[in-house]
């Protein structure tokens, strides 16, 4: 059985930091590409950034500049660095496993909230 578990998660205020991680269980994530998505309170499931098998990554633009992807394919693990964290960065964040643009797992998410 797979299982993706976030954990990082927290309140911050603005301009402060947090690194998010993705472990997985049951699935080798060198084989996918992984993703971070972010759902704000009464908005869409937005992608934040993804990155290959290869360590390729994309960013959403309001975060280009300010968060990180990467993933250690030894502990099969994923991170966010978060940087200069925004109010409107205020979300759950979701890791995912994707193959062909489709997603095939989720995990449950985890809290990430910026105020001061």
């Known amino acids: 059985q797979v299982q993706l578990v976030e954990s990082g998660g927290g309140q911050v205020q603005p301009g402060e930091s947090l690194r998010l991680s993705c472990a997985a269980s049951g699935l080798i994530f060198s084989h996918y590409v992984l993703g971070w998505y972010r759902q704000a309170p009464g908005k869409q499931r937005e992608l934040v950034a993804d990155?290959?098998?290869?360590?390729?990554?994309t960013y959403v633009d309001s975060v280009k500049g300010r968060f990180t992807v990467s993933r250690d394919y030894a502990k099969n693990t994923m991170s966010l660095q978060m940087n200069s964290l925004k109010p409107e960065d205020t979300a759950v964040y979701f890791c995912?496993?994707?193959?062909?643009?489709?997603?095939?797992?989720w995990g449950k998410g985890t809290q990430v909230t910026v105020s001061s």
């Open positions: 995912s496993v994707k193959i062909g643009g489709n997603i095939l797992y």
């Open positions: 990155i290959t098998s290869s360590g390729s990554s």
